[in-house]
């Protein structure tokens, strides 16, 4: 008869117990103050940078081989001979429209058969 009324007492204990619990989720603050939370909450929406649109080499008619990204947002960028080359950015006309032109380069086309400088080049 001891042994139920044990049992019974303990579950009535551990009932008590985890009914004092508090089911609400403990919010942590008092930490120090961030130094930027104003100038973060009035800062302007993050632009992210262009992606790649197509990535093409072309060997042109004197043989000159010119690597060419091709960006999101109407330009590219071109290296002449290896991809370790120093890059060079190109930008689209009025509208985003070829031909892209930089100082020293103009690049028509943006497909396997492009013109650049006046040379005939193809993928």
């Keep these: ?7 019974a007492a303990a579950a009535s204990a551990a009932l008590l117990t985890l009914s004092a619990c508090n089911r ?3 919010v942590v603050g ?9 100038a973060l909450k009035n800062a302007p929406p993050i ?19 010119y690597i060419v990204d091709f960006y999101s ?14 890059r060079t950015i190109l930008t689209a006309g009025e509208g985003g429209a070829p031909p892209y032109t930089a100082e020293g380069y103009s690049l028509s086309g943006n497909g396997d058969n492009v013109t650049i400088n006046g040379k005939s ?3």
Excluded: F
């Excluded at 008869?1 to 049992?7: D, F, G, N, Q, W």
């Excluded at 008092?30 to 104003?38: C, T």
């Excluded at 947002?73 to 120093?86: F, H, K, P, Q």
């Design 1 to 7: 008869m001891t042994k139920p009324l044990l049992l």
């Design 24 to 26: 609400e989720p403990e």
């Design 30 to 38: 008092g930490g120090p103050a961030d130094p930027q939370a104003e």
């Design 47 to 65: 632009e992210l940078p262009p992606s790649i649109a197509a990535s093409k080499q072309y060997r042109c008619s004197d043989n000159s081989l």
């Design 73 to 86: 947002n109407d330009t590219a960028t071109i290296r002449v001979g290896s991809r370790e080359a120093a």
């Design 121 to 123: 080049c193809h993928t």
